[in-house]
């Protein structure tokens, strides 16, 4: 698992060093079939941050969920292909920094592949 303690500075346009990370890990395995579990903080609740996951997941033919957690956090998984993934990650910053949302990645594991899965959901 990698986790970043430190926020990124630059405001709402970037990025954390986790997700940097995750993005390089990611961009080597292009079209790859991968299964990530990640932890979002940030302005990602009361905002349809899971509703916009999974209408970008269903654009993209990635599977998984996301769920509010608590402390205000979003844990999800997701899977598909490694650049289908990039891409989401992208499209989510690009549609929360149109209105000032701060979304942060603090966390990624690369997990197991289910190949039941079907669907991206949200979990409450």
Same mark, same amino acid.
């Given at each position: ?24 890990? !990611?961009?080597?395995? $292009?079209a790859k079939h991968v299964r990530?579990? !990640? ?16 209408? !970008? ?16 956090r979003v844990s999800m998984e ?9 891409? $989401?990650?992208?499209?989510? $910053? ?9 979304? $942060? ?20």
């Amino acid at each position: 698992m990698y986790s970043s303690e430190g926020k990124s500075g630059g405001g709402a346009a970037s990025i954390s060093a986790c997700e940097r990370q995750l993005i390089g890990e !990611l961009e080597s395995r $292009h079209a790859k079939h991968v299964r990530l579990a !990640l932890m979002f903080s940030g302005r990602v609740q009361g905002v349809g941050f899971r509703w916009t996951n999974q209408s !970008l997941a269903h654009e993209r033919g990635l599977v998984g969920w996301a769920q509010n957690l608590p402390d205000g956090r979003v844990s999800m998984e997701i899977e598909g292909r490694a650049d289908r993934i990039v891409d $989401h990650l992208s499209a989510l $910053h690009a549609g929360y920094r149109h209105f000032g949302a701060r979304v $942060h990645l603090d966390s990624y594991e690369w997990l197991r592949t289910d190949d039941q899965a079907t669907n991206f959901d949200i979990r409450f």
